[in-house]
């Protein structure tokens, strides 16, 4: 790979809960259009640093850069604003509003109008709300959920729901897209399904992403470099196959 | 793309409802069918109606909960009826001043609102419960001892008395205490009042149904994904609880205007009124705002339809409520309701499909 630009540089990111060191001097340079995975055992922090990178917790310490810009300790609306979107382990979707709906709301900052004239129903409402909902249908097609456009959230099945989850973390057009476990509770049909979506929105949005996966073997397939985490530290970094041959590695997931 | 074409409908539906209930009335009343009572009962009910739909706002539409919104009435109620009793003399034409009033109303209960949810709105629980809880009571309290009077030399104001208002001999008590406000122009009636519930719909359907109404209701069904997503909490939560303020102002002075002689007793402004109205939303659908306007009306009118059967007239009177909740949150009346609605709106064929292949593919 020649000269390419880091989207994300983390250096010695650190949080204690209590006692407990969750994350612990972790550093990660993730560069423009890589999908890389973030990898260990449960509990071993990963969630954790997502929750660190998104502003839902501070620090204890270390520096997050976006892009060159330091973003650390921004609130995590700001953060999705400067270009960071993601998706949860436990879905949080907006159950009560339509599957069109869920992704229009991550439209929010990407399409806007005043409130005048939403309650005046002025011409731009009609212009800009006609543009959302046309970004918003071709994003669900790439997840094959436009059909589905006017169903609640709440009632679309498992597997789908995760992957509303993904169109709507895209829709606010981030720089990177954090996903975290996207393949949890999935049958192999789906999981295959997914991670081939995952590998198109790469290419299709040239999108940068960071993958946490519990199930080594799956990111293997799709990811370049790896990084894992035992115990909140990094345990293994690099390429895919030498990470995957190191002893330390395999002792932590046969010892789980 | 069809779906928002038939929430259109939808509203459109709602309108209608208030439109032909107003002219069946009108055209009752004019045949002399209906009694001096209920004609009485229409203009509050108006702002029952006004206070149900503007409560559902903030717990419906926001997912708090609120047990103080009669104190935002109350806010409207007295800031315009004091307007328009300084101002009887000097606007003459009545619409251009009822119309001020209203607005005065409507900007002082919203700024009150906006004042009390600042600090609680950021709070994680029910902590707007309780405070609006002591607020309804707090400002009820306030008007009680609240004296202002008028003379050449300006406003007068006192927390002890009337005579401690020291007016000159030409000068008048504007507000007197636990006597509140007397000789409020007449300028509400029925008309008014449709019109106003009109407008008040206007302006939450059309709310709802926008990029500020799907962040409120991304915030209620999820924070932490809303806040991931970029949506400004607090600046949502304030707008639609503000919003929500400033309407059941509107309903104040709706109220107000149609009084004679204006007190803050428990019973119109007090904590009872406060739930009566929470009873209406919760009974007609939390979120569902048609569902706020018919329980409304129902509550209000049907004690003075029972009033004949003495006897039953409680009896009946809680099999409605329990009918009501029944019909308003059963799964399968929600589904009946859908399809009567969407039966309607002529597009049941495809979206009963659309919902039926997605359950199969998986
Ligand atoms: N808010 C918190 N308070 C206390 N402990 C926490 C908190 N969040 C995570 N932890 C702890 O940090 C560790 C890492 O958790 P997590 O990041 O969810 O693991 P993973 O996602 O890798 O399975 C766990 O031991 C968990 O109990
Ligand atoms: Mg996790």
Redesign the interface.
Known sequence: MAATNPVLEVTNLSISFGGLRAVDDFSVTINEGELYGLIGPNGAGKTTAFNLLTGVYKPNEGIIRLCGEDITGRSTIDINKAGIARTFQNIRLFKDLSVLDNVKAGLHNIYTYSTMSSILRLPKYYKVEKEMTAKAMELLKVFDLDSSASLKASQLPYGKQRKLEIARALATNPKLLLLDEPAAGMNPNETKELMDTISFIRKEFKMTILLIEHDMKLVSGICERLTVLNFGRILAEGSTSEVLNNPDVITAYLGE | ????INKNKDNLITYGIVIIAYIVLELLMSLGLISSLMTGLLVPLCAYIILAVSLNITVGILGELSLGHAGFMCVGAFTSAFFSKCTVNVITVEWIRFTIAILIGFLCAGVIGFLIGMPVLRLKGDYLAIVTLAFGEIIKNVMNVLYIGRDSKGFHFSTKDAVALGLEESGEIIVNGAQGITGTPKSSNFTVGVVLILITL??VL??IK??????V??I???V??????????TKYKL?AFSISAALAGVAGVLYSHNLSSLMATPKNFGYNMSIMILVFVVLGGI?NIRGSIISAVILTLLPELLRGLSNLRMLIYAIVLIAMMLFSWSPKAKDFRDKTVATLLFWKKD?TV??G???G??
């Open positions: 793309m069809k779906d928002f206007f302006i059309n709310l926008s990029r500020d109404g799907r962040a209701m991304a209620r069904d999820n932490i994904a809303a806040e991931s997503v970029g949506i400004n909490i707008l979120g979206n659309k919902g292949s997605d359950n593919s998986n």
